[in-house]
Every structure is written in structure tokens, then in C-alpha cells.
């Protein structure tokens, strides 16, 4: 049969240029969406540009994936549960660089890009830093040329909406979708069955082989919708993959025709509701069972998906590895080393030591915590009802990894339930995290601390099992979002220094240090700074109806809310600083601004009640007159991305005081660095090497180290020898006792205090009180030289060329995936059909 013609790809948009791109705008108002383009309306001219700027991005991924197949490239195959993207108009257009041409554009048609960027809703498709890091890595893959791609779930509701009421959390479904997505490709061709629950039967094959066959199943169909990443100004465009749930029936016809419609649709709605949610509440059965199915649904999909893009190219299965990369990005994804034996052994027939060697040699792991209720795992139960196949796989899988315990560990029967991917007793339960390690070729933590603590504490066994399979990758951020975009001030009057190099080589910052000790350029330094807070103070205003100083200090904490993250340290250290501006306000000499934002987990109580003591202590201290205004708290409520990107340019400090030796990494502390905050912080996670950057003097650290930690709550930590040595704290903890911030609900706050002088204080609150106080003060009078604090702001920017996602993402592809960026000369035009590779 004659090879069919291969012809070339015209591109659909032929400019970049501004009336290129308003003439493709009204189109789009009118053929994609309806609409008579005049009169101008902002909702439909900001829908028409995205599809414009879509349109250009798609002419760049069908030149990239006929490059891809054109040069044989190996694929790097990014799975997470979480991708957190938040709005992507304008970090579209800045990675095309279309910046100018799509604001001169919307200006001819009466609007301002930043007001119609403000129309799009963010993608809550992820929690925190887990979901930020991954988009963030997708971006760095794009702007590397790294072939590669991104799979997760298309969740229809996102991280839930967090409104207040009362200072209370209250979450509201996030509807992101309500209005459409722009950026989206629905790909209805792409459907793979996913099976669950059935059961296994054995069979001889046409070898009298036996083999086993997974049979009885309840099918659930998922669909691709695509969603493509532009890399910086390079042409190259990936893919972000996301499953979306569709039943493998419409409904019952038989139900539909005797007049029950709910029976007939009853089984569809149950079918989809796997990608309804991100994060179904799991402290029931219900939410725990969606939960794993969830992470098999999108495993299953993404291997159909891999292998029959890569089948047809290689010539036998021991080849495989060379060609492909899979990342499971923490433990969540885990469940795809069972699923791809499952393949390779049931589908594929190969034999067991040669599917375990491809499995191995294929996988790679990134732990995210030291948390041990973090490192997941399922009641054996509970797999083995949803996925029973998988569970004699694993149980197969253990059984050869103990033998080889045992052979090296001889005589030390004690290691093998320590090691066992079967945890035995108080339950018999699956670790996700051990399945992991034991079946990639490399896991990496994600800070050198970390890194060093998984070997040492966690996984110690295994290091001396596996020498050499855990190392480190240190987290990174991506620059054009977090600078180029965030925080445009800055960023032009960098390039008007040193050129713009520092947009994909943010090494180049440091090319500024000469320029630290110009008293010009610290000037024009601090008015971007200035510009800023302006620019926050006035959001603050239109969000909260607070008005504050943009003179002030602007202290700063936003992230996920938890009990290790100490935002209650902070809280507490707010109350000392107001009793002392009660009794004097002059004993203060800097105001501050202090920010809260985040999400608490709706069943974590501890950390909701966390959000309501702040928000009761705002309440009391931004209505007091007495303190001159020295002093306000601002919790923002539903912090994403889009807001991140508003607060983080404006900060002066950043708080980064988790408790040493439990935060991974933390890019929350990068990102502020990097638009030229000053940290505050302990000696964990990734703030160990910020340190190292930037230099001792010019970071605020403060508290027990993560050795210091262990060994104090060894040895006994009595928090109640804290109260009654230090006045200003008993003084504080004595207030929140007495409901001096909240006398309408008495004792509410008891609990928090519970665990402070009861509980041990296990998060070292109390232990690290006096000296974080002290450190506070260093701050203030620091900030009072405000040449001197502009100096170390700019120390603290132009030295976070390490900590971008593209030195991360440069390190995986070297060292972990084996993977060469492409360039331009891998393409020579003589490639396959557009579309052959969606």
C-alpha cells in the first residue's frame, strides 16, 4: 500500500502584528462566539482574544510535535494530581511575546488588558505549592524545548471557593468552568475505557502460558482535553493533558422508556463524578474510595494514552525506556507502577523480570514531605475491591522485593515490615510511597535539606538497599510568571540595566550587583517597590474596605494553612506587638501592615480555627484608635494565584516559619525573594539554600534547627516553662484564654491552646516564641535604614538565579530523565500531518 503524502503545514495566522490580531479578534466575537463586535463588550472581546492568542499557540504545537516525531525524541511524561495554572491570558501572551501588540490592540477597541485579564477565573486545579511547582515545571519544560508533556484531571470544580463569615471559613464550590474555558481542546476521539472493581481469572494462552484477565468490571470512559503551554518566545509549545469523566453509557433506555429518568441517568452522573472535585473529603469511606479512584483513572488514561503513542515506534518493549520518562510528581500517582506491570504482563505477555526491569527503568519519584500522615497509603481492603487486579500485582511486587531484603539484610527479620510495601498491623494497608521507591530508578526530595532528612530519617533502609537512587532536585519557580509577569516595574528596570537575557537565564540577575550601591538605581528600586504596595493598598481597599499605609512595613504570610506552617506563631507575636502599642504607642517606631492569606482543608479544625483567631484579632486591632494606625492585620480571603501575583510584588518581608525539619521545600519563599522581600524564616526547606545565596546578613533566621527539633522533643519540651518565663507571651496566650477577641463565642480558641500547653507544642510554637520576637525587632530597626533594606532587597532578587524551575527542570532532564532539549536544527519541515499526535 503506497505511503500516503506528506504535505506541509501553512500556519493559520500569518502575524503577530496588532491588526492581525484585532481583525482575528472580531472574528472570533463573531464566529466562535455569537456576538455583533460592536458596541465592544469586555467579557466577549476578552473571550475573542484568547481564542486569537490560542490560535497562534496551536500553529506552534503542531511545528513542535512534528518535531517531535522528526527527531525520535525521548518524551518526558509529567503525572500529577494537582496542576495549579491560575489565569493564563496574559501568561500566554507575555511567552509569545505578544505583550505590546495585544494592548495596542484591545486599547483600538476601548479596553486595557490588565481589566480584561482580570475577566478570566484562575484554574483552581490544584491545592498549593504541589500544583503551583507542576505548572511551573511545565513552563520551564516548554521554555527548555524538553519534550514533554503534562498529565492530571480535568476537575469541573476546582479547590473549593473560601468565603468568611463571622472570620469563619466557609467553602463554596468552585464553578470555574461556568463561563467556558477559551484555552481548551476537547478531544471526544480520545476516549479509554478505565476499569474498576470485577475480579481476576486465570487462563491458559495459545502457549499454555497462564495468564490473567481482569473481567466484571464497571467502565468509566475519559476523554483528553488539552491545553497547551508556550514556552518563552522559542516556538515550542507542550501539551497539559487533562482526563475528564464521561459514562461509558448515555443512560438506561430501558429505565428512560417506563418514565424513570433519574434511573436512567443515575448511573451516568455516578460515572463522571470521578473528576467532579479536586480533593473529595476523605475523612469518610465514600471520599476515600473516589479519592483512589480518582488517581487510577487519570493513571490508566495517561499509560493508554502513552503507549499508544509510542507502541508503533519501537521495535521491542526492553527499548521502551529509551524513548519514554514518566515523573510521578509525590505519591499521588504511585498506583501507575502496578497499572504499567498490569500492561506489560497481562496485555503484552511479557515475562516478569523483563516487565519489572521496563517498569523500573521507566519511573521516576518525587517525595514531597516528611509528614508520615502525608506519606500515603490504602487499606488493602479498599484496593483490593477497587482495583484487584493491581492488588495481587503489588502483593507480587512486595514479594520479590522482600526476598531481596532478605538476601540483603540476612538475619534481619525486623527490617522486612519496616521495608514491606504491605504495612501489616494495626490494619493491613498499602504505603503508596514505598511502591514508588522500590519501583522507580530515582526518587528525589525536593530542597538539599529534605533530600538529606529522607535519607537519614525516612527512608534510611532503603538507602543502604538502593545506594544512590535518592538525591536531590531543589525546587524552582518559573521567572516569567513570577517576575516578568507579576511584577512588570521591576522587570523593566532590570532589562533597561542588563539587558532581558535574565527572562530564561535567571542567573543573569546577578550582572546587577555593581548597581546595588548606585544611589539612583536603589531609588528607582524602591519606587517600583512603592508603585506596588500602591497597587495592593488600593486592591485591599476594593476587597476589604480597609485602608492602610502604604508607608508601612508589609509583613506577609500566604500559603496553605496548617499547624507546621505556624501561622499561629505569627498571629500570637501580632497580639504581643498590639498589647505593646496599647500600653505605649510610641515604643513602636515602624507600622506594619500584616497580611494573612490561605486555605485551610475543610475537615483540618485546627487550622480553620487558626483563619477565625486572625480574623477575630483584625476585627479588634484594625478598630482600635488608641494605636495611632501603627498597626492593621489583613486576612484575603481565597488566595490564589492571580492574587499571589498582586501581593507578592508588594511584600517588604516574607514569613517563612514553618517549623524546621517538616517543610519540603517551599517555592512560596523563592517567589517572594525573587521580587525582592526579605525573609524571615527558620532553617528548613529551601530557606537553608536562600541563605547560602544571599548570605547570612541578609535574611532574618531565627528558631531551633531541624536537629534541635528531634532532639527537644526526645528529650522532653515542657511549653509551660515558655509561658512563665517570657510576660508578653503568658500576657498574649491569657487573652485569647479569656475571649478578649471574641467574647461572643466563649472558649472557641481553647482547643489551639490546648495543644500549645497541653499537647506538647509539638510544632515548637512556644519553643521558638522568644527568639522569633527578637528577630521581629532586628526587622524593624533594619527597616527604618531604608537605603540599607533597599540594598539587601536587591541582594535577596539578584541572587535567586538558582532557585528558577528552569535550573530545576535543566537538573531532571540531565541527571534523572536523560533527556536533550531540542532545537530548531532537529526539525527539518519533512514531518507527519497535523494532528497525528493529539
Known amino acids: ?370 509528614l508520615p500522615e502525608a506519606l500515603e497509603t490504602w487499606p488493602a481492603a479498599l484496593l483490593g475491591r477497587v482495583l484487584p487486579r493491581h492488588m495481587e500485582i503489588i502483593l507480587e511486587i512486595n514479594r520479590h522485593f522482600l526476598a531481596k531484603v532478605r538476601q540483603h539484610f540476612p538475619g534481619r527479620d525486623d527490617l522486612l515490615e519496616k521495608l514491606s510495601i504491605i504495612q501489616e498491623h494495626p490494619e493491613r494497608r498499602v504505603r503508596m510511597a514505598h511502591l514508588a521507591i522500590v519501583g522507580s530508578h530515582t526518587v528525589n526530595g525536593v530542597s538539599a535539606l529534605h533530600s538529606r532528612l529522607l535519607q537519614e530519617r525516612v527512608f534510611p533502609e532503603f538507602v543502604e538497599l538502593f545506594p544512590g537512587k535518592i538525591r536531590n532536585v531543589t525546587n524552582g519557580i518559573t521567572p516569567r510568571r513570577w517576575l516578568l509577569q507579576a511584577n512588570p516595574g521591576l522587570a523593566a528596570l532590570i532589562s533597561q540595566h542588563i539587558g532581558t537575557g535574565w527572562i530564561t537565564h535567571l542567573d543573569e540577575m546577578k550582572k546587577l550587583a555593581p548597581m546595588m550601591d548606585d544611589p539612583a538605581f536603589r531609588e528607582a528600586w524602591r519606587k517600583v517597590k512603592k508603585e506596588n504596595k500602591q497597587r495592593l493598598l488600593r486592591y485591599v481597599l476594593r476587597k476589604t474596605g480597609i485602608n492602610i499605609d502604604e508607608s508601612s512595613l508589609f509583613d506577609v504570610q500566604v500559603k496553605r494553612i496548617h499547624e507546621y506552617k505556624r501561622q499561629l506563631l505569627n498571629i500570637i507575636y501580632v497580639i504581643s506587638l498590639y498589647n505593646r502599642l496599647r500600653k505605649d504607642p510610641s515604643s513602636v517606631t515602624v507600622p506594619r501592615t500584616v497580611f494573612f492569606g490561605g486555605k485551610a482543608a475543610p475537615s483540618y479544625v485546627a487550622a480553620k480555627l487558626v483563619i477565625k483567631l486572625i480574623n477575630s484579632v483584625a476585627e479588634v486591632v484594625n478598630n482600635d484608635q488608641s494605636i495611632d494606625n501603627k498597626l492593621k492585620v489583613i486576612f484575603l480571603s481565597n488566595y490564589c494565584v492571580s492574587q499571589a501575583e498582586k501581593i507578592i510584588p508588594a511584600a517588604d518581608l516574607s514569613e517563612q516559619i514553618s517549623t524546621a525539619g517538616m517543610e519540603a521545600s517551599g517555592t512560596g519563599n523563592m517567589k517572594f525573594a525573587l521580587n525582592g522581600a526579605l525573609t524571615i524564616g527558620t532553617l528548613d526547606g529551601a530557606n537553608v539554600e536562600i541563605m547560602e545565596e544571599v548570605g547570612r546578613d541578609n535574611i532574618f533566621i531565627f528558631g531551633l534547627k531541624a536537629e534541635e527539633v528531634a532532639e527537644k522533643r526526645r528529650s522532653g519540651h515542657n511549653p509551660w516553662d515558655c509561658y512563665h518565663q517570657n510576660p508578653a507571651l503568658r500576657e498574649t496566650l491569657d487573652m485569647i484564654r479569656d475571649n478578649f477577641f471574641n467574647p461572643e463565642e466563649p472558649g472557641i480558641f481553647q482547643p489551639l491552646l490546648h495543644s500549645l500547653l497541653e499537647g506538647g507544642d509539638h510544632y515548637m510554637l512556644l519553643a521558638d516564641y522568644a527568639d522569633y520576637a527578637a528577630t521581629q525587632e532586628a526587622v524593624d530597626k533594619l527597616y527604618l535604614d531604608q537605603d540599607e533594606w533597599t540594598r539587601r532587597s536587591i541582594i535577596n532578587s539578584i541572587n535567586m538565579g538558582k532557585f528558577s524551575s528552569d535550573r530545576s527542570i535543566g537538573d531532571y532532564a540531565r541527571d534523572i530523565w536523560k533527556v536533550e532539549p531540542l532545537s530548531r536544527a532537529d526539525f527539518n519541515g519533512n514531518c507527519p500531518l497535523p494532528g497525528e499526535d493529539a
Open 1 to 370: 500500500m503506497p505511503s500516503r503524502p506528506v504535505s506541509r503545514y501553512k500556519p493559520l495566522c500569518q502575524s503577530d502584528d496588532k491588526d492581525s490580531l484585532k481583525n482575528d479578534i472580531q472574528r472570533h466575537v463573531i464566529s466562535s462566539l455569537g456576538n455583533d463586535y460592536d458596541p465592544p463588550r469586555p467579557y466577549p472581546y476578552y473571550k475573542a482574544l484568547a481564542y486569537a492568542v490560542r490560535d497562534r499557540m496551536v500553529d506552534r504545537w503542531i511545528y513542535t510535535q512534528r518535531r517531535y516525531h522528526e527527531s525520535k525524541a525521548k518524551r518526558v511524561y509529567y503525572l500529577s494530581l494537582e496542576f495549579l495554572p491560575g489565569r493564563f491570558l496574559k501568561n500566554n501572551i507575555y511567552n509569545l511575546n505578544m505583550d505590546q501588540c495585544s494592548r495596542q490592540a484591545v486599547a483600538e477597541f476601548g479596553f486595557d488588558l490588565e481589566d480584561l485579564s482580570e475577566l478570566e477565573w484562575d484554574a483552581g486545579l490544584g491545592n498549593g505549592g504541589l500544583g503551583r511547582l507542576a505548572s511551573c515545571f511545565l513552563d520551564s519544560m516548554a521554555a527548555l524545548q524538553i519534550p514533554g508533556h503534562g498529565y492530571g484531571i480535568r476537575y469541573d470544580y476546582g479547590i473549593f471557593f473560601q468565603t468568611l463569615s463571622n472570620g469563619h471559613q466557609i467553602e463554596k464550590c468552585d464553578n470555574w468552568l461556568r463561563n467556558g474555558n477559551p484555552w481548551e481542546f476537547e478531544r471526544p476521539e480520545n476516549l479509554y475505557e478505565v476499569q474498576f472493581g470485577g475480579h481476576t481469572e486465570a487462563y491458559q494462552d495459545e502457549n499454555g502460558k497462564t495468564s490473567f484477565r481482569w473481567v466484571g468490571t464497571d467502565n468509566i470512559m475519559a476523554m483528553a482535553c488539552d491545553t497547551l503551554i508556550p514556552g518563552y518566545d522559542n516556538g515550542h509549545v507542550i501539551n497539559m493533558r487533562l482526563w475528564a469523566a464521561k459514562s461509558s453509557r448515555e443512560f438506561n433506555l430501558e429505565f428512560f422508556n417506563m418514565g424513570n429518568y433519574v434511573g436512567a441517568v443515575e448511573d451516568r452522573i455516578h460515572s463522571e463524578t470521578i473528576s467532579k472535585v479536586l480533593y473529595p473529603n476523605d475523612s469518610v469511606d465514600q471520599g476515600r474510595e473516589l479519592r483512589l479512584r480518582q488517581q487510577y483513572f487519570f493513571v490508566s488514561a495517561t499509560f493508554q494514552d502513552i503507549l499508544r503513542r509510542h507502541k508503533k515506534h519501537i521495535a521491542c518493549w526492553s527499548e521502551f525506556p529509551d524513548h519514554v520518562a514518566v515523573q510521578l510528581n509525590d505519591t499521588h500517582p504511585s498506583i501507575a507502577v502496578a497499572e504499567f506491570m498490569r500492561l506489560l504482563i497481562d496485555q503484552e505477555h511479557l515475562e516478569w523480570n523483563e516487565a519489572w526491569d521496563v517498569c523500573v527503568r521507566t519511573f521516576a519519584y518525587t517525595n514531597h514531605t516528611l
